[in-house]
C-alpha cells in the first residue's frame, strides 16, 4: 500500500467522480439548504487548489483548499468507503497543509457536517479546532466549524 497525493482537476474522470460520490453522499445526510460543497465548476477556479490521493494508483480521496481573502478554507474533504482506515485522510490533510505553509497561508479554516465524526476526529487529530461561522457561513443545525493557526 503507497498512498500518494497529487494536485488534480477536478473535471477529469477520477476527480469528478470523487467529488461525485461525496456530493451523494452529503446529499444522503443533509438536507439541501445545510450542504455547503462547492459544485465541480466552483472548485476549478484560480483560487482553489485540489488535490487527489491515490493508493497503489488508484483515486482514493480528495480535498481542496479555497485561498479566501486572509485565510484559507478546507473544502471537499473525501475518502472512498473502500480506502478509509488507510491514512488517505491524514496524506490529503498533510499534503493540503504543506502547500497551505508554502503559499503564506496560516490561518485555514473549515465547515463541516454535525454527524461527520471520522471527518471531526481527522481535524482535532491535526490540531483544529472548534470556532464559530466565519465567512458567508451563519449557525445552523447541521454544521461544525473549525480552526487553526499553522505553525
Known amino acids: 500500500m503507497s498512498i500518494d497525493v497529487r494536485t488534480g482537476d477536478p473535471k477529469s474522470p477520477e476527480g469528478t467522480a470523487l467529488l461525485n460520490g461525496s456530493h451523494t453522499l452529503m446529499t444522503t445526510l ?7 460543497f462547492l459544485s465541480i465548476d466552483e472548485l476549478c477556479k484560480p483560487s482553489i487548489q485540489f488535490f487527489v490521493a491515490e493508493n497503489d494508483g488508484v483515486p482514493v480521496g480528495c480535498i481542496a483548499l479555497a485561498d479566501m481573502d486572509g485565510y484559507g478554507e478546507i473544502k471537499s474533504l473525501f ?17 493540503l497543509e504543506t502547500h497551505a505553509r508554502e503559499n503564506g497561508i496560516v490561518n485555514i479554516k473549515l465547515e463541516t457536517g454535525d454527524t461527520l465524526y471520522a471527518a471531526q476526529r481527522l481535524y482535532a487529530r491535526h490540531g483544529y479546532t472548534v470556532c464559530g461561522p466565519y465567512g458567508d457561513y451563519s449557525e445552523g443545525p447541521h454544521s461544525v466549524f473549525m480552526e487553526k493557526t499553522l505553525g
Do not use: F, Q
Not at 30 to 36: F, I, L, Q, T
Not at 82 to 95: E, P
Open 30 to 36: 443533509y438536507p439541501p439548504e445545510a450542504n455547503n
Open 79 to 95: 475518502v472512498d468507503d473502500a480506502a478509509r482506515g488507510l491514512g488517505v485522510g491524514k496524506s490529503l490533510m498533510d499534503t
